[in-house]
């Protein structure tokens, strides 16, 4: 199946964007890992392996955004992970520099349509 260029501006937004979307989805809840890659799967369609959230759960739990801690109430223990109060601080930041930057595209869109004349064809 071939990926249109729409899909994959999508996908690579989302890998780009993945370390924000998985902060993202512990704001709400604790998670193990399986649960964060379903969640990634329902919400954009995207299918990352465990191969990939893993290491990217071990980076985040290294620079002190995330906290692991054993669940043992599953058939099988869990490793539930939780957002810590500095990946709440890099969250928001991230987001106000998403934002800032895409109000800044939106602006400069505005600009340029402002500036070129409309013609009717």
Not at 14 to 36: P, R, S, V
Not at 48 to 55: E, R
Not at 60 to 77: D, H, I, Q, T
């Amino acid at each position: 199946m071939m990926k249109t260029p729409k899909r994959e501006i999508q996908t690579k937004l989302a890998k780009g964007l993945l370390d924000t979307i998985i902060l993202e989805l512990l704001k709400k809840e604790g998670m193990h890992g399986y649960q964060i890659i379903t969640e990634i799967r329902k919400g954009f369609g995207i299918n990352f392996g465990a191969s990939t959230i893993y290491p990217l759960l071990s980076f985040l739990e290294k620079k002190g955004y995330v906290e692991s801690a054993w669940n043992m109430n599953f058939e099988r223990p869990r490793k539930i992970y939780k957002l810590t109060n500095e990946g709440k601080d890099m969250l928001s930041y991230t987001e106000s520099s998403l934002k800032m930057i895409c109000n800044s595209l939106i602006s400069d869109k505005q600009t340029n349509m402002q500036t070129v004349p409309f013609v009717l064809a």
